[in-house]
């Protein structure tokens, strides 16, 4: 598990955009891994913390486009979870290892594939992404 | 000692890069603690009932394809091999795995990690035991409206008993104007069949007493008459417009008055968006049968303005492809400005891509949406039923997702509006897909749990009230005497935000505890 | 209950001494509720420890039920022998008992303890009560002039209040003896504004050392 991106996903839109992608064609590097959840609503700060203590180098987490959540918040407040843990990160000074938060629907299979390898490639640079 | 687990996997020949190698995995899986046993279906998708009879296990891991999901699949594995949730677990190694990676290695790779990580939860998962929770078989429906009377003719007339409270005449919203334009009798001809219907009683919504909640349900007398007793209710509301609040302009309501009343519509007629606050999806979709209404039967030039930062809207698709069909003209915008000087209009904008100026003179009726809300007596009526409000709108804007859920008395089911939008067809979906929740979960066997339903270790409860604040379903409620929070079972959707953000970690989702999935992780 | 809220980690960071044994202990009674020192905390702020730039050599975690009452700080007498800093996520009253029972080893305060304060509405605390040991909410409709009016003045609004509104922050800050004056209008109770009210007596408050209350009844 050294090494690895986890994508944290929920089973409704993510999955979706996820298989899209797929269909669409588009493929991931070997250090990717996918694991579903109900809602990204139900990841807290200690599921983000305790995988990149135990070797993750990054933490995705992957929830419905905004304003579609089927459990009407869910990814927003994924959203601001995975806010605090960045800070928190960075302030402590954290280095090659990342956690961030991407929406996604499932008709834009490119557009996830490009901000997934994005991320995973600013997450491993030197300087800390944005 | 857990059961054993046995993972069936569907050799995927369908595949580009050919089918799986069973070999490797079967060897490398053997040197694994969770995965006993592991069986390989040579195209899982056809003649299934054939291909099952290998399969035998106490718990089983489905590893497939998303077709498989879609065509019953594992609800037909479900079926023969008597599995009860809790003891099968069904992944997409598809699209997740088999598609998603170049390398062969990697491949199989992800795939024992995938069948690790899996088992592991399956493993500790305990089937469920529930029993149903019955529910009365009687809706109370609110709201006469176009969703309304068609959900009551398509739930009566079986073995439920439908009611249904006709609300006072509400000022029709925009989507039944244009409605009433393509069928002008079709609410006095539903309300005629709904009223001579011997299946559905109709009381005036003037004769609703209070609301009592009894077990599993709840009872409304009318009239000060014998009390109904209702397993679930409809709630379907009119959607009333605003008036627009730009000076000379039009709401749409106001515009289809005019259509209806047979006054011309000439010349320019400008559709302005986003004008001071985002306009919601359903509104888009109203806007764009406006748009077509006019353009069918008037010679009026349609403008569409849309204010520059809306990239991920629904409908928007659906506005770029209708706008260039039937020439409506339609313009995205920033920095807008509308100057009305003594009837002298002119609007003003920029073009968000080339920054270039953009101005349109005196149309001839600008029409901006008014903010849509609930009438009066829509509002009173859902909090006599203890519905969420957000706002004054229903809680369940946008999304065809939602599901039929409980309110806070408990047995009771509820439906409503999924979308609010009162465009014709878009008022029948949502009457469908009442009609077709409400009955899902009104299964003869009764509701039982989802299979993460969320419990709460009363031990570590500091009754914070948190979960029951944020619950998005209400399935959290004070257990005043115990003094911590309890879900109500039925109700929960498994979707584990309360146990995320209880303070205390008090809380679990049945099958899927913090620690296994953890665990779970870590095997991947 | 007693607000409180973790300090920026660079601050923590900056306290702990590099290489040594760290247990971080929780508290599972007000700062859980107020989401900064629970169990939840202590294993999301170990993680951070663990992996942060500093180094540290073993960083441990564990919470009881309150840091305010021995019994329970005996619970980890084992934890705390086998760590070289103990760092508190409880309020200051923990942390100082922590300290009492482990004068040996350094006790470092994960957090800043704030107020006594009410739960507005899901992430919102406020301040209502700075235990000043001489309450006079019968006179205020329930509303404290302490907390509630910037000056704690005991007879009504000063000049600066306008609008309803503290000249202070003029446009989120409510004055407090306006706040006072509407509810005892709406209870009927002008009255109780009339009577000049002298100043409090500050001696009762935090005064010359801490306060103590002890009830001879229950003693045993």
Avoid at chain 2, 18 to 38: F, Y
Avoid at chain 2, 444 to 457: K, L, R
Wanted: aromatic share 4%.
């Amino acid at each position: 598990m050294a090494d690895s991106i986890l994508i944290m996903h929920c089973k409704e839109g993510a999955k979706r955009a996820l298989a899209r992608m797929t269909e669409e064609g588009y493929k991931l590097p070997a250090r990717f891994k996918t694991f579903e959840l109900p809602c990204t609503g139900s990841v807290n700060e200690v599921l983000l913390m305790e995988n990149l203590q135990n070797g993750a180098s990054g933490v995705i987490v992957l929830g419905c486009r905004k304003e579609n959540c089927k459990h009407m918040d869910g990814n927003l407040r994924a959203e601001r979870k995975v806010a605090r843990i960045k800070k928190m990160l960075s302030e402590a000074g954290v280095e090659g290892r990342f956690v961030e938060m991407v929406f996604a629907a499932p008709d834009e299979g490119k557009r996830l594939h490009d901000t997934l390898l994005r991320l995973a490639h600013a997450g491993h640079s030197e300087g800390k992404e944005k | 000692m857990s059961d054993s687990i046995v993972a069936v996997i569907c050799d995927h020949q369908c595949s580009s890069k050919g089918p799986l190698q069973a070999a490797n995995l079967t060897k490398r899986l053997a040197n694994t603690t969770t995965v006993d046993k592991l069986i390989v279906l040579d195209k899982a998708c056809q003649d299934p009932e054939k291909k099952l009879q290998r399969v035998a296990g106490k718990k089983i891991l489905f590893a497939g394809c998303p077709y498989l999901e879609e065509s019953g699949f594992y609800t037909l594995a479900a079926e023969k091999l008597g599995l009860k949730p809790g003891e099968m677990l069904v992944t997409d190694i598809k699209s997740s795995i088999l598609d998603l990676y170049d390398d062969a290695d990697v491949i199989e790779e992800n795939l024992i990690g995938r069948l690790e990580s899996l088992s592991r939860l399956l493993a500790d998962s305990v089937a469920l035991k529930d029993r149903p929770v019955k529910l009365k078989r009687s809706v109370l429906i609110f709201g006469s409206g176009y969703s309304g009377l068609k959900a009551a003719l398509e739930l009566s007339g079986g073995k439920l008993s439908v009611d249904l409270v006709e609300t006072e005449d509400p000022p029709l919203a925009p989507g039944c104007l244009a409605e009433g334009l393509r069928s002008p009798n079709l609410i006095e001809e539903l309300t005629e069949r709904v009223r001579t219907s011997e299946d559905v009683a109709v009381f005036p919504e003037t004769a609703m007493g209070p609301i009592r909640s009894v077990e599993q349900g709840f009872t409304v007398s009318f009239n000060g008459g014998e009390a109904r007793e209702y397993g679930s209710v409809i709630f379907a509301p009119e959607r009333t417009e605003a008036p627009a609040e730009e000076i000379g302009s039009w709401n749409l309501t106001q515009a289809y008055k005019r259509i209806h009343e047979h006054q011309p519509i000439k010349g320019r007629i400008v559709f302005v968006l986003d004008r001071r606050s985002e306009t919601p999806p359903e509104v888009i979709q109203d806007i764009l049968t406006a748009a077509k209404v006019i353009k069918e039967r008037t010679n009026a030039e349609v403008w569409i303005l849309l204010k520059q930062l809306r990239v991920a809207l629904p409908g928007l698709q659906e506005l770029y492809d209708l706008t260039r069909e039937m020439g409506v003209i339609f313009v995205k915008y920033r920095n807008l400005r509308l100057q009305n000087e003594f009837g002298d209009f002119n609007i003003t904008g920029e073009d968000p891509q080339t920054g270039a100026l953009f101005r349109i003179s005196n149309p001839d009726r600008v029409i901006i949406p008014g903010p849509g809300g609930l009438g009066a007596s829509a509002l009173k009526a859902a909090e006599t039923l203890g519905l969420r409000l957000l706002g004054e709108q229903y809680t369940q804007p946008y999304s065809l997702w939602r599901l039929a859920n409980e309110s806070n008395h408990p047995g009771v089911l509820v439906c409503g509006s999924a979308r609010g939008n009162m465009d014709g067809d878009g008022v029948a979906a949502d009457a469908a897909s009442m009609v077709q929740a409400l009955k899902a979960r009104m299964t003869p066997e009764g509701i039982t749990p989802v299979e993460h339903v969320a419990s709460v270790d009363a031990e570590k409860c500091v009754y914070c009230l948190t979960c029951v604040r944020l619950c998005p379903y209400h399935a959290m409620v004070k257990n005043i005497e115990d003094r911590v929070a309890q879900p109500i079972t039925t109700a929960c959707q498994g979707c584990g935000i309360c146990a995320a953000e209880c303070p205390a970690e008090a809380i679990t989702l049945r099958n899927l505890s913090q620690e296994s999935v953890l665990a779970a992780m870590q095997a991947l | 209950m007693i607000v409180a809220e973790q300090k920026p980690i660079t601050d923590i960071l900056d306290m702990l001494p590099e290489g040594k044994r760290i247990l971080v202990v929780g508290c599972d009674t007000c700062v859980t509720v107020c989401l900064a020192g629970g169990e939840k905390e202590v294993k999301v702020l170990s993680a951070a420890l663990r992996m942060a730039k500093k180094q540290f050599d073993e960083i441990s975690g564990v919470s009881i039920e309150r840091q305010c009452d021995g019994e329970f700080i005996d619970e980890i007498r084992e934890q705390v022998a086998a760590a070289d800093v103990v760092l508190s996520m409880a309020c200051g009253a923990g942390v100082q008992m922590m300290s009492d029972f482990f004068p040996d080893k350094p006790v470092l305060p994960a957090l800043n303890t704030l107020f006594m304060g009410s739960n507005e509405g899901a992430g919102y605390w406020m301040e209502r009560c700075l235990g000043c040991g001489d309450c006079v909410l019968d006179l205020t409709a329930g509303i404290c002039p302490r907390t509630r009016c910037s000056k704690g003045l005991m007879n009504g609004p000063c000049g600066g209040s306008e609008n309803g509104k503290c000249e202070v922050d003029p446009e989120n800050l409510d004055c407090g003896w306006n706040l006072i004056y509407q509810r005892l209008k709406s209870l009927n109770r002008l009255d109780a504004m009339m009577p000049i009210r002298p100043p409090q007596d500050w001696s009762k408050s935090h005064d010359g050392g801490p306060r103590k209350l002890i009830r001879e009844d229950v003693q045993l």
